[in-house]
């Protein structure tokens, strides 16, 4: 069954090489509109390609999931049919999460590996760990997301018919099973609180310095920013989830200094288990003093990027912090929306106008740069320096400016 980890089996370093081609399936429901799936399946095709993955076809249909197969049964035959057509096609990824059941119907009648949202991410989240910490979280993500999928997975063993004899040996193997996982799940939760001890350490070692933290959703430039800023060498990839384990940097700004992480992005319908495996990461998140909430303007769907983001600060009890957005990538938004014969004064007015609107949309301050032009950063300091001052001013208010604050600890 290519659902099934081996629990046992620790998963290779780094991404596979060997390159594979898909169909994408999404449903239309009562729930979500059409322009909505197909804003999801685009997502699931750049997650697919992040994995290794080359999408070849969309299939989309209108209906309410079917519990045993979850598409219906016309539409199963024509991505038979297609799949029957196109040999080199080896993975069917669906945007929901399925069942173990619905994984081996589809399985048995489309004849490749069936693969959901949730699998997807778990996998790119597997070969992008790197610490010991991301490595424990990932497993304990994959595990508890298996237990409950078990059944589905174990049906060569139902009865196939009745009698003496017939009865109980498919039951017995699946609560052997469950056994097992649960004993699993229980030894990664035992291991992560040992490394988040470790953790906690580490970071009330770090002195007194004012924290700052980048969120965001993924591949908005976080990363990109964070090297700017910090002057240091952090993966940056236009891929999702290129960064996965937390980065911290003493970073000083005139005679300020503080400390800079970057973390996971963000993404829409981002399993619910795969947060609270996180959460132990994110703690830089809930830890810090101040967010800089970075957003991809140039991305058509950069607003319901920041609900989502806002959604999950929220979930981790981390969104009354002072917040500065970050709107990035400016120079391709005004490739991508602005006529090229469009005067500056006339541009400049657009831009302004936006900024407006969005500062009363989301009643955070912000700002408008690119990171890889550089542009405005110089104004980003400032605005930095200023909310990291104040936080500065709230924590020590008889400490005379200059902020000469002993810093010993390994942030790396």
Same mark, same amino acid.
């Given at each position: ?169 498919? %039951?017995?193997?699946?609560? *052997?099973?469950?056994?097992? &996982?649960?004993?699993? +799940?229980? /030894?990664?939760?035992?291991? #992560? !609180? ?81 947060? %609270?495996?996180?959460?132990? *990461?994110?703690?830089?998140? &809930?830890?810090?003093? +101040?967010? /800089?909430?970075?957003?991809? #303007? !140039? ?114």
């Amino acid at each position: 069954m290519s659902q099934q980890w081996n629990l046992n089996k620790k998963s290779s370093a780094g991404p596979s090489l060997q390159k594979e081609y898909c169909v994408l399936v999404g449903l239309v429901t009562q729930e979500q509109t059409e322009s909505l799936v197909r804003e999801y399946l685009d997502e699931l095709e750049f997650l697919a390609q992040t994995a290794g993955a080359e999408t070849l076809k969309v299939f989309i249909q209108k209906q309410n999931p079917d519990p045993r197969t979850f598409i219906g049964k016309g539409k199963m035959e024509e991505i038979a049919r297609y799949i029957e057509s196109h040999p080199e096609i080896t993975l069917a990824v669906f945007d929901d999460d399925l069942s173990g059941k619905q994984i081996n119907i589809l399985e048995e009648n489309l004849k490749v590996k069936i693969v959901d949202r949730s699998t997807l991410i778990l996998d790119i989240f597997a070969s992008r760990a790197q610490t010991a910490q991301a490595k424990t979280q990932v497993e304990l993500a994959q595990t508890q997301y298996l237990l409950p999928r078990l059944r589905g997975m174990w049906t060569h063993l139902e009865r196939q018919k009745g009698g003496i004899g017939m009865r109980g040996p498919g %039951e017995q193997e699946i609560e *052997t099973d469950r056994r097992i &996982v649960r004993d699993k +799940i229980a /030894l990664l939760k035992e291991r #992560l !609180a040992k490394i988040d001890k470790q953790a906690q350490t580490q970071r009330k070692t770090r002195g007194e310095l004012i924290r700052v933290a980048l969120v965001g959703y993924t591949n908005v430039g976080k990363s990109t920013l964070m090297n700017l800023l910090s002057k240091s060498e952090v993966l940056a990839e236009n891929k999702l989830f290129a960064t996965l384990d937390t980065t911290v940097r003493k970073v000083v700004l005139g005679s300020m200094p503080f400390l800079l992480s970057d973390t996971v992005g963000f993404i829409r319908k981002l399993p619910h288990h795969l947060i %609270e495996s996180f959460k132990s *990461t994110l703690d830089e998140v &809930v830890e810090s003093d +101040i967010l /800089l909430h970075v957003v991809d #303007l !140039a991305h058509p769907q950069f607003m319901d990027h920041i609900r989502t983001v806002n959604n999950t600060l929220k979930e981790l009890k981390a969104d009354n912090k002072p917040t500065l957005l970050i709107f990035n990538k400016v120079d391709l938004y005004r490739d991508k929306n602005f006529d090229k014969y469009l005067d500056e004064n006339t541009r400049n007015e657009i831009m302004d106008e936006l900024k407006t609107n969005l500062k009363n949309s989301f009643e955070y301050d912000n700002i408008f740069i690119s990171a890889i032009t550089k542009e405005n950063i110089a104004e980003l300091r400032d605005k930095l320096s200023d909310m990291i001052e104040i936080q500065y001013t709230i924590r020590y208010p008889y400490r005379p400016k200059g902020w000469n604050i002993d810093y010993e600890a390994n942030v790396e």
